[in-house]
């Protein structure tokens, strides 16, 4: 089992920056795909950013966040400059044991509860 739990949402002005954490617990992190979604009101969750071997980026999202790990501390981040409203959203942490998909957007089998991202204009 891992657990995840995300810290560093808030509320921000367009244009300004947030960083998000996730700290994992549980099973060897160093062999694990980490990304992140966000859920908007009313919407689906979409896929932000993966990191497995490479990172890989949502294209609404590209240039402006970044996502990186330190296995040591079994953390993962999600630099997010640039905000604009349309970044609001909860925003969920994920993982899954290396090898289970070719495709970064998923399926993902470890899941945070979330921490909330308000971009306000």
């Known amino acids: 089992q891992v657990q995840l739990v995300e810290s560093g949402g808030g509320l921000v002005q367009a244009g300004g920056s947030l960083r998000l954490s996730c700290a994992a617990s549980?099973?060897?992190?160093?062999?694990?795909?980490m990304a992140w979604f966000r859920q908007a009101p009313g919407k689906e969750r979409d896929f932000v950013a993966a990191?497995?071997?490479?990172?890989y980026y949502a294209d609404s999202v590209k240039g402006r966040f970044t996502i990186s790990r330190d296995s040591a501390k079994k953390l993962v981040y999600l630099q997010m400059n640039s905000l604009k409203p349309e970044d609001t959203a909860v925003y969920y942490c994920?993982?899954?044991?290396?090898?289970?998909?070719?495709?970064?957007?998923?399926?993902?089998?470890?899941w945070g509860q979330g921490t909330q991202v308000t971009v306000s204009s």
């Open positions: 990191i497995t071997w490479s990172p």
């Open positions: 994920a993982t899954r044991p290396r090898g289970i998909s070719v495709s970064y957007t998923g399926p993902y089998t470890y």
């Open positions: 549980g099973r060897t992190f160093g062999s694990y795909d």
